[in-house]
């Protein structure tokens, strides 16, 4: 069984920091793209993050580019978002996700392979 657990979430205050961890299991973790995405209370689901396993190239939504950083420990079959100078604009339920091989393939491929998603873990910024 597939499972992907958020953790890391939490209130801070803008300007500060938080690591998100997305812990995978179920799936041959060096196979796989892991991403996030984060949605607010009446805004679309926004990709933030992803990183590619097989080659460990990453990708940003321009909102966060030189605030956060994605990372992947294979080891721990674990991949890591830390969020640093967080804005208000930030604040979102954050969600892993897994697809095969690279950043995208599921879009790719048309919605014709597997997808997977956490359960979310909120992440409030007060200004």
């Known amino acids: 069984e597939v499972q992907l657990v958020e953790s890391g979430g939490g209130l801070v205050q803008a300007g500060g920091s938080l690591r998100l961890s997305c812990a995978a299991s179920?799936?041959?973790?060096?196979?796989?793209?892991i991403g996030w995405f984060r949605q607010a209370p009446g805004k679309e689901r926004e990709g933030v993050s992803c990183?590619?396993?097989?080659?460990?190239?990453?990708q940003y939504a321009d909102s966060v580019k030189g605030r956060f950083t994605i990372s992947s420990d294979s080891a721990k079959n674990t991949v890591y978002l830390q969020m640093n100078s967080l804005k208000s604009e930030d604040t979102a339920v954050y969600y892993c996700?897994?697809?095969?091989?690279?950043?995208?393939?599921?879009?790719?491929?048309?919605?014709?392979?597997?997808?997977?998603w956490g359960q979310g873990t909120q992440v409030t910024v007060s200004s």
């Open positions: 996700t897994a697809e095969p091989w690279y950043c995208g393939y599921y879009s790719d491929y048309g919605g014709a392979s597997e997808y997977y």
């Open positions: 179920g799936f041959t973790f060096d196979d796989y793209a």
């Open positions: 990183i590619s396993n097989s080659d460990g190239s990453a």
